[in-house]
């Protein structure tokens, strides 16, 4: 392991920057628990950052970055089990991959796979699901490299307060280094994905959550229209499914109409906000359905080539009617402009302390703004929306959430905070959005 140039580092939105004392490549555990106590000697503070996907700074180091393109191995697969473990650095398309070659999947799944294993853990990465949970529910052990520079490997069944805290825990309690995935036989995923109006979708909701493994659906702002979008699992070998999407028509749907004209669009609405709500329209008419199977990971994610910026809540379930309500009349009140639209997403509960669906099932709202556009106001009146119903922020999305609220809606929070002080009484770990959300 030896220090690299490039020190400056952003995140994909680019609303993130840091410039660290140094910056180092680990390639094993041992390096990452050598770097920990280096930084200890010279009292600085240590991150390790993954892909750069999260919109807030949980990855900012302004002391010892570690970047993960050093820790990237398959440590070992147990295919009657189940069991896969993987280096933190691995990034989830890669991790696809191999499980694929072994004929196994995650069970589910958020919609990018650039981000790395542990950066999509540590921050609650979920997707949507009526039986299946998010990332953390699917890790089987975690190895962490404390802030002594002591290993530690946790589980269910070993220290499992540190497993329950850790699997989301931010890298605020030591530095992920390897996961243990509980993986599943590989499946296919029949994906329907089918235009409905507003009314119609709030009036079905129950229903399609219920008869649906994976639902979810987006609202366009300024219109009646919503895309609703159902996978749930088919048997067969994907490339003899009659339904399979044609390369022409993903590329035409995927990446020309999703990435290219919409990210045009986005630079236009940027430049004449007016047109806004009429592109919305076209949009939400020029929609059509679309049915195809193919493998799980292929239906679950999709390119995300336009950058922007995100905010996303979690509510309790029974409170998604209002808060889909509430945010409807906030835009008949206000005069935005928003291109973007609202991603709506469901989960089961979850048990890891500090994931958004801990002890409750769970609904998720997503707002986004093109990149280079302000999202300040707007964030912010969808923020109070959500918190008067008891909401809980995305680790890695944009929030304004402090220590004092957060512990409101965790049951397990203080549990975590006394954790912390216990392994990391210096704050080995710490940056100014971990000392915003835990407290000093």
Known sequence: MSPV???????????????????LVPRSTEDVAAAVLAAADDGLTVRMVGSGHSFTGAAVADGVQLRP??????????????????EAGLPLRDLNRVLTEHRLALANMGDIQEQTVAGAAQTGTHGTGRDAAGLVSQIAELELVLADGGVVTCSRDRRSDLFDAARAGLGALGVVTAITW???????LRAREEPMRWDEVLERLDELAAANEHFEFYWFPHTEGCLTKRNNRVAGPAAREPGRLPTWRRLLDDELLSNVVFGGVNRLGRRVPAIVPTVNAISTRALGARTYTDLSYKVFTSPRRVRFKEQEYAVPREELGSALHSLRALFARKDWRIGFPIEVRLLPAEDAWLSMAYDRP??????HVYHAVPHGEYFRAVEEIMTELGGRPHWGKLHTRDAAYLRTVYPRFDDFLRLRDELDPDRRFANRYLTQVFGA
């Open 69 to 86: 393109g050093g820790l990237t191995r398959v440590r070992s697969i147990d295919t009657a089990g189940g069991l896969v473990t993987v």
């Open 362 to 367: 769970t609904a998720f709202i997503a707002v």
């Open 182 to 188: 509980r993986t599943v036989p590989a499946f296919l």
């Open 5 to 23: 140039g490039g020190r400056t580092w952003h995140n994909w939105a680019g609303n993130q920057r840091a410039t660290p004392r140094r910056v």
